[in-house]
Structures are given as structure tokens and as C-alpha cells.
């Protein structure tokens, strides 16, 4: 079988999964597992086996459903083309996919409507993967439907846990809202342009800033500036992800966030044709900046452990949209790969969550403490999680995170704008208290006293453990082979996200991109590589400090059980001060860093009151936000 069928088959296998596991599994929790599993390595090899062709070969695929190809110049059927740059994603996609079902086995045994679970998480997988690998816009909104239906069923999926419900529908009203802005932006290219296929919009709209145009581009921004939960768009997400099983939490961060991202730089990048247009580079940089800083800041006022993760996978994003918006082969570059190592640490850090919450019964940090006695090997996972999202070497976070600064910083000099070195010290700033929230929480969940309750916790299950234990591996492995990563996966999907007339040409014939006019700017990366002395002694000083905060403000015995009533426990060793019984000091959630907190009194009621939980609130801030980008794109992209 050629290759060429490959990206549809993979796509159809996990439809065809979710109806299988209807008609078959309805009764039998093995055979519901084995579908689940059984699609998701297929669709996992297919695309696996594109790697050779499409990144290393450097072929596009195309094909077009029922062999309606181009008549006379015109796209009329769906296309699926799959390039360097929505191969990229596509394999972010299915090792989600695969390691998220393999964790599911053990993880939602004991939950009630498994079959509908299954249903739910295998067509969001066949949706998103179905989204990065289409040519068609009209088809990439079907797909963005689909995910955003079947997202709001699995954040809702545990109904009797508390809020989860309430989360389902604000991503409901929030998610709609963004469909809507997508599929009118669609409405408005058709009735321009009379075909909705991806390359032949490229090269129809090559320099045309027409009132239609410009409408177009600001509803479809907006709409997968939703999906893609940066501010002011993010509100839904931290319920999200709170709520949801913490299997379909990682797939929240690891694909679904990822598929709004990559349909922001398809538009930018290969549809609009807007990358060498500054007004585009501020707008999305100004996006990107604000969502990494606010989510930071917010992630550090949480009590709950997946709740704060929620808020860093905010951040994170923040980074991937500001180094994407930047509009340079470095930037883009810095932009993917952050996109990659967000999947891999983020995946791991719910995944070590949803550990924690099915050995304990609780993700609330003042109630946990000292799991790393009882569950060791959880603990060594996290903390490669933790150090790969704070930005600390070998590990893949730095690696990405120190090519946002260089981007940032090369854009501040080539330009001469001020705005962008406020953007690299934002983003140093940023992984800074990255780091500093996960010290927090690595101090209140896995060190310290273990509370009596938690005596008994037991480690996670195998089937658990495997995809953490894939998932470290892959995060000390991208940061140390950073430069394999860089030549077998990023250098080919910037090239293809710059070269946009081999897209064309692929889909619609050889030489239709030159008869448009359309021309290429692409300057190759230079050879990146961060291991010099000064990083590494700018490092040292972070790390120092970091660890002087977490030692100064860690008291009391750690080598007792705190009773669930907060004092020691009887026994032989016992302390005692002035002849009374001294009370372990237990550095909850809510006591590390209070003095930043009080600090930032004022902008955290600020925060506090624009994250009411009012779901007509949040739909304010969307349209809001709308109308500006609306404003925006009419006075500058002209």
C-alpha cells in the first residue's frame, strides 16, 4: 500500500476505534482497552512510518478524498496534505494519543461509562489529528467541532466530582464562541475567494489587504486564539483541565491546545501570508507575552496541583505564541520546539498528578506532603517534569526555552524595537517563577511531613508508570540530542512554514504559485547551541537562589508523620521545647512564597476578580477581545 493513504487511514482508524468500542466493548472493559490501544498504535505507526518520505526525503503528500483532484484551476473536493510542518504536529498528536491510552488502562478502571470514554477520547484524537493533517479550512472547522464537542464531554466526564459539570459548560459556551468566529471568517474567504482549499487560498490572497480580507483574518485569528487557550481566551481551561481525568488532561495539553497553535501558524504562515508584516509580529507577540506572564502568576496562587498545572500549561503556550509570532526562522524554530518539549513535560507533570490524586483521593497541596517515602518513583518523574518546565539543563525546557530568549533578543536588535527586549526579559522573568512554583509544589506534595491519612498510599500502577517513565526519558533525551531534534524535525517544518510554493504547487500543480506570484523568504537557522560558560553561570546563581528560598523556608521535622490533626505523633523520639510538645511546621501549598502573594496584593484582586467563574463574564472577554483584534487588524494590516 502506498504511503500517500497513510495520513487517512490514521485519521479513519480512530474514528473507526470509537465505533468499535461501541458495538463490541459496550459490555467488556478488556475489549474497550484493546480497541482503544490497538487504534492508537496504528494511527501512532502511520504516521510514524511518514517520518522517511515527508521530513528526511522532504516529499508533501496529498491526496484528495474520492479523486476529486483541481478541474480547471479550481480546488472542488477535500484535500489532505500533510507537509514538514503538519507532520511536526501530527507526531505530537498520536505519541499523545498512544501514551495517553496505554495510562487510561489502569488510570479510569474504576470509573462508571467507561465505553463512553473511549468513544469520547478516541474521536478527539481523530479529530485533532484530522485538523493538522487537512489542506481544507472547511474541513479543519469540522474537525475543530468535533474536538470542541467531544472535549466538553470528557471535562465533564467525572459529573459527580465537583465543578466538573460547570466546566463542561463554560467550555461549552466559550469553545461555541470560538467555532462561531472561526466559521464566519470561512464564510467570509468562500464568498471571496469560491474554494476553501489551503493552498489555493494562499496564493489567491498573496497580497490582498481587501476589507473582505482583512474581516476574514481577524475572525479566524480570534477563533483559534480560543482553541489555542491564550489570554483572554483561557478562562475555560483552568476548569478544564482541573476537572477532567488527568489521562485527558495531558491529551488537553499535549494535542488539543497544540491544535489551535498550529492553525494560528498555518494562517500566518501559509494562508494570509502575513509573517513579513510587523503589525501581525506585535499583535501576536503582544498575545503570547501577556498569556506567559499572567498564567505564571496565577499558576503561583493555586492550592490545587492540577489546577496549577492548568495555569503553567497557559504559560507555556504564552512561550510557543511569542516565539511563533516573532516571524523569523529562529523564532519559529524556538516556537516548535518549545511546542514539542510543552507536550512531553506538561504530559508527564499531569500524568505524575493523576498518580498522586488515584493514590491519595486528593490534587489539594496543603492536604499532601512526604510522598516521596511512599511513592519514589512518581516523585523521580516529577521532578524531571519540574526541572524540564523551570527551564533547568540537560533537560528539553531549557534547550527551547533558551532559543525564545536568543529569538527574542536577535528581533530587539535587528528591528531596533525596545518592545521586544522587554519580551526577553519577560521571558526570563517568567521561567523564573516557573521554577519558583514548582518548588512550592514539590516541597508540598512530595517532601516534608507525611500526613497519617497518607501513611498507606501505594505507588502507581505499571501500566501507569510506563508512559511517565517514556515521557522522562524523551525530556532528558530532546534537551541533551537537541540538535538531531533540530535537524530531523524542526529545520524541515520551519522550512516548509517559509516555503510556501511547494505547498501550492504539491496541491494544486507544479508552477500554479509562480502564474500567482507568490514568492519565498526563507533564511536558513544558523547552528544553535547553548552549552557556554555564561548560561551556565547565570544558571548556577537561579538554581542557588532557588534552593536558598526552599531551604529558608522549609521548617520543621521532616522525619515525622504529621498526625491529620496537624501535631506529631507520639513516639520514642519525640521533640520538646520548655517541656512542651512542639508542632512540625508542614509548608503547604498556600505558605510558600504568601510573602509574593501579599505583595502582589493588588494585582492579584484584580485577577481574582477577572476570574469569577462567571461564564457571561468570560464571554464578554472574548468578544472583547474580538472587537479589538477586529480594530486592530483594519487600522494596521492595510
Not at 498528536?93 to 495510562?103: E, K, N, P, R
Not at 466526564?157 to 466538573?164: H, K
Request: charged share 10%; hydrophobic share 50%; aromatic share 14%.
Amino acid at each position: 500500500m502506498s504511503y500517500i493513504h497513510f495520513p487517512v487511514i490514521a485519521v479513519m482508524t480512530l474514528f473507526m476505534g470509537a465505533f468499535l468500542t461501541v458495538v463490541l466493548g459496550r459490555h467488556s472493559k478488556g475489549v474497550r482497552s484493546f480497541i482503544a490501544l490497538a487504534a492508537s498504535c496504528v494511527s501512532f505507526a502511520l504516521i510514524a512510518m511518514l517520518v522517511k518520505p515527508v521530513m528526511i526525503d522532504g516529499e508533501i503528500i496529498s491526496y484528495w478524498m474520492g479523486n476529486w483532484a483541481p478541474m480547471s484551476g479550481y480546488a472542488i473536493g477535500i484535500g489532505y496534505e500533510v507537509d514538514q510542518l503538519g507532520l511536526f504536529f501530527a507526531l505530537l498528536v498520536v505519541t499523545t494519543i498512544l501514551l495517553s491510552a496505554v495510562y487510561s488502562i489502569r488510570y479510569i478502571e474504576k470509573d462508571s461509562s467507561q465505553d463512553f470514554y473511549y468513544v469520547l477520547f478516541l474521536m478527539l484524537s481523530g479529530s485533532v489529528l484530522g485538523l493538522v493533517m487537512t489542506g481544507d479550512v472547511f474541513n479543519m472547522f469540522i474537525m475543530i467541532e468535533i474536538m470542541t464537542f467531544t472535549a466538553v464531554g470528557l471535562t465533564a466526564f467525572r459529573n459527580t466530582s465537583f465543578g466538573a459539570v460547570e466546566a463542561g459548560f463554560k467550555y461549552l459556551v466559550i469553545g461555541s464562541i470560538g467555532s462561531s468566529f472561526t466559521l464566519f471568517g470561512i464564510a467570509v474567504l468562500y464568498g471571496q475567494c469560491h474554494t476553501l482549499n489551503m493552498a489555493q487560498l494562499s496564493a489567491m490572497l498573496y497580497g490582498n489587504h481587501s476589507p473582505a480580507t482583512l474581516m476574514a483574518f481577524a475572525l479566524m485569528f480570534t477563533g483559534l486564539a480560543v482553541k489555542s487557550y491564550i489570554v483572554p481566551f483561557h478562562t475555560p481551561a483552568a476548569d478544564a483541565y482541573t476537572t477532567a481525568p488527568s489521562s485527558i488532561s495531558m491529551v488537553f495539553s499535549g494535542m488539543v491546545n497544540k491544535a489551535g497553535v498550529y492553525g494560528m501558524i498555518r494562517l500566518v504562515y501559509i494562508i494570509f501570508r502575513t509573517v513579513d508584516m510587523p503589525s501581525v509580529q506585535t499583535l501576536i507577540v503582544l498575545f503570547g507575552t501577556v498569556t506567559m506572564f499572567i498564567g505564571v502568576t496565577m499558576a503561583l496562587a493555586q492550592h490545587d496541583f492540577k489546577r496549577l498545572l492548568a495555569f503553567h500549561s497557559i504559560s507555556q503556550i504564552g512561550y510557543v505564541i511569542t516565539a511563533a509570532g516573532l516571524c523569523t526562522s529562529l523564532g519559529l524554530s524556538a516556537g516548535l520546539f518549545h511546542a514539542m518539549n510543552h507536550t512531553l513535560f506538561k504530559g508527564l507533570l499531569f500524568l505524575c498528578a493523576g498518580a498522586v490524586l488515584r493514590s491519595t483521593g486528593t490534587t489539594n497541596l496543603d492536604q499532601l506532603g512526604g510522598l516521596s517515602k511512599r511513592m519514589p518513583k512518581t516523585t523521580l518523574c516529577f521532578l524531571v517534569g519540574a526541572f524540564s518546565i523551570s527551564g533547568l539543563p540537560p533537560f528539553n525546557g531549557f534547550a527551547s526555552k533558551w532559543l525564545v530568549y536568543q529569538a527574542a533578543y536577535e528581533k530587539a536588535v535587528t528591528t531596533g524595537n525596545i518592545f521586544y527586549a522587554f519580551v526577553t526579559v519577560t521571558a526570563v522573568v517568567v521561567s523564573v517563577m516557573t521554577l519558583a512554583s514548582f518548588i512550592k509544589v514539590t516541597q508540598a506534595a512530595f517532601f516534608g511531613q507525611l500526613p497519617a491519612r497518607l501513611a498507606d498510599v501505594e505507588e502507581a500502577p505499571g501500566l501507569m508508570l510506563l508512559p511517565m517513565y517514556i515521557m522522562s526519558l524523551l525530556c532528558v533525551g530532546t534537551g541533551i540530542f537537541y540538535d538531531k531534534v533540530y535537524q530531523y524535525l524542526l529545520d524541515p517544518a520551519v522550512r516548509a512554514a517559509f516555503t510556501v510554493s511547494n505547498y501550492i504547487d504539491r496541491m494544486m500543480g507544479d508552477g500554479y504559485a509562480e502564474a500567482a506570484g507568490v514568492e519565498d523568504v526563507f533564511a536558513s537557522n544558523p547552528h544553535f547551541s547553548y552549552w557556554n560558560p555564561v548560561i551556565w553561570l547565570a544558571l548556577f546563581v537561579i538554581v542557588f537562589c532557588a534552593a536558598y528560598i526552599c531551604v529558608v523556608t522549609s521548617k520543621g521535622s521532616r522525619g515525622q508523620i504529621l498526625s491529620d490533626e496537624g501535631g506529631a505523633e507520639d513516639g520514642k523520639y519525640a521533640t520538646f521545647f520548655s517541656g512542651e510538645k512542639a508542632l512540625p511546621s508542614h509548608v503547604a501549598g498556600s505558605d510558600l512564597f504568601w510573602g509574593f502573594k501579599t505583595d502582589w496584593k493588588g494585582y492579584f484582586r484584580v485577577m481574582e476578580g477577572l476570574h469569577s467563574g462567571i461564564v457571561n463574564d468570560y464571554a464578554l472577554y472574548v468578544v472583547a477581545a474580538a472587537a479589538f483584534v477586529v480594530v486592530f487588524t483594519f487600522a494596521f494590516l492595510r
